[in-house]
């Protein structure tokens, strides 16, 4: 007998039960729905685990075997309350440029590719894919798969393994998630089942309306109508939820204003201008400073947006030099060279920290050869054909820290320098290679209170802020808004039997009828 997610028994055993979230464009919430279904469940004592089987992002993470996988799946890890792994996104494509991206398998890299040259690698793909699947439907109760992009990709419908391909290889019932919040959501939703074969129609079992503000009895007579028209139900409405976007996968998901998480603890804010760089890759750094209070977090393409800046940082990027070509052509590299030389703080992480350096060679992701660095540091960089992937620890101001790193680019630190972690310190200059280390509390409370000092500010961290804390709370929130909002009884039905059977074909994709 199985366990209901409402208590007591049900009939046959939901292990291995599966769902798959579509969505009708990029960003529409497919993420936060997913992680907020395996909160739901995971409250309910069902064993659970998220699963994505390609994700296009530069926002990784490092698991504790090694394995480098999407940030979006770590969070919905945390939210199912499991330990990551490889299999919950055995591919990940890193962009690096306009057309080629790195294949990530597993969590090792395989190959770099263009977008035609990694069409032929997708059938032998989608077998890795459907193994990963079948293992961790027979380890969890349920995986709640997420899909990527549009399911209605009808370029690439042939040999898909993310959306329909997936799901109709798996037998997977479908959600299909709309962002009402961009309008036109009575449309896409339709129109993304109408475009699908028929084949794929019969596996989309229902919509889920996200980012939606006001009454929802205005919404109703539109949800009636699209019941109506598809044969399928709505089966919930979600909230607009500020601040739900957790480890977003890609550029949509940047802030484009400030964050932050309050007023100040002490008499000063402290303001941090991000350098929005167009390969940008593991923003989620950033994330831990906007959580501070009185800590004020903007990204910046142009110089003046550095002026007023207490900490300038160069994050993360998946091409360090084509990065740093764009920095010194928008005029960001001058500014921060000067910030430097008047003692403001600058801090760079990982691609960041490599452009501080004195020289970066590189003949793997560029191949551009030896290049002169911002030379803000006493380092040197060369880049290894092999990805270092790891979960380094260490100490900096006292307080023990830990992080993980992704990276070709092999950082020499002078004997004579400074050591800041796994980097160097030149006056009020900071590089690491380390991802993450800013989640640490006393670390990132004790670097803001010698930034705040360089930098003139009264500001003194809040004492009790728990980054940790902060994510688990919005992790609740995920769970709390599927659990309210949304027709959890169906949902389960959905995970436990499968989709409905007869469900209407829409034209022209289908015929039209049952």
């Known amino acids: 007998m199985g366990r209901s997610p409402r208590g007591g028994v049900t009939g046959p055993s939901p292990r291995g039960g599966a769902l798959l979230v579509a969505g009708t464009t990029s960003d529409a919430g497919k993420s936060v729905v997913t992680a907020g279904i395996c909160r739901w469940l995971a409250r309910q004592g069902v064993s659970v685990a998220p699963f994505k089987a390609q994700n296009m992002s530069n926002n990784s993470m490092v698991t504790a075997d090694g394995a480098e996988i999407g ?5 919905q890890a945390a939210a199912a309350r499991v330990e990551p792994e490889a299999a919950m996104n055995p591919v990940l494509l890193k962009p690096g440029g306009e057309d080629s991206s790195q294949v990530v398998v597993l969590g090792r890299p395989v190959a770099d590719v263009t977008a035609l040259s990694y069409r ?20 969890f109760d349920v995986v709640v798969c997420e899909g990527a992009g549009s399911p209605t990709e009808i370029n690439l419908r042939a040999d898909d393994v993310a ?10 019932p479908v959600v299909v998630v709309g962002d009402i919040d961009r309008g036109g959501v009575f449309a896409a939703l339709y129109g ?24 929802v009895r ?4 539109g949800l009636d109508e699209l019941a109506r028209l598809t044969g399928r139900p709505t089966l919930g409405v979600l909230p607009w939820l500020p601040g739900a976007a957790l480890d977003v996968e890609d550029s949509l998901g940047v802030p484009t204003g400030v964050s932050s998480a309050g007023p100040p603890h002490g008499e000063d804010v402290l303001r941090v201008s991000v350098a929005r760089l167009p390969r940008l890759s593991n923003f989620t750094d950033l994330d831990a ?19 007023d800046a207490d900490l300038v940082v160069l994050p993360g990027t998946r091409s360090t030099v084509a990065d740093l070509r764009w920095l010194h052509g928008s005029g960001l590299a001058d500014a921060v060279l000067r910030r430097a030389a008047a003692g403001r703080p600058v801090l760079g992480i990982c691609g960041g920290h490599q452009m501080l350096a004195r020289t970066i060679t590189d003949g793997v992701e560029s191949r551009a050869g030896t290049v002169p660095g911002l030379g803000l540091l006493p380092t040197d960089v060369v880049f290894a054909a092999e990805k270092t992937l790891g979960r380094p620890v260490g100490t900096a101001f006292g307080r023990p820290v830990r992080g993980y790193e992704i990276h070709h680019g092999v950082v020499t630190v002078d004997e004579s320098a400074e050591r800041f972690l796994d980097g160097a310190r030149a006056g009020s200059v900071w590089g690491t290679t380390w991802h993450g280390a800013l989640e640490d509390d006393d670390f990132r409370r004790a670097f803001l209170t010698e930034v705040a000092r360089a930098a003139g500010r009264r500001f003194v961290p809040a004492p009790g802020t728990s980054f940790a804390a902060v994510r688990e709370a919005r992790l609740d929130a995920l769970g ?11 949902l389960w039905r959905l995970v436990e039997s499968g989709p409905p059977a007869g469900l209407p074909l829409l034209p022209p994709g289908g015929t039209g009828a049952r």
């Open 71 to 75: 940030r979006a799946q770590v969070m």
């Open 480 to 490: 709390d808004l599927v659990a309210e909002h949304a027709d959890t009884d169906a």
């Open 192 to 215: 993304t089942v109408a475009l699908m074969p028929p084949g794929d129609q019969r596996l989309v079992a229902g919509f889920l309306v996200n980012k939606f503000r006001g009454d």
């Open 218 to 221: 205005l919404l109703t007579p």
């Open 163 to 172: 959306n329909m391909g997936l799901a109709t290889a798996a037998g997977l």
């Open 120 to 139: 032929p690698m997708k059938a032998a793909l989608l077998e890795q894919v459907l193994a990963c699947l079948a293992d961790l439907r027979s380890r």
């Open 289 to 307: 400073l906007a959580a501070e209070p009185g800590v004020l977090v903007r990204y910046a393409t142009r110089p003046e947006e550095l002026a």
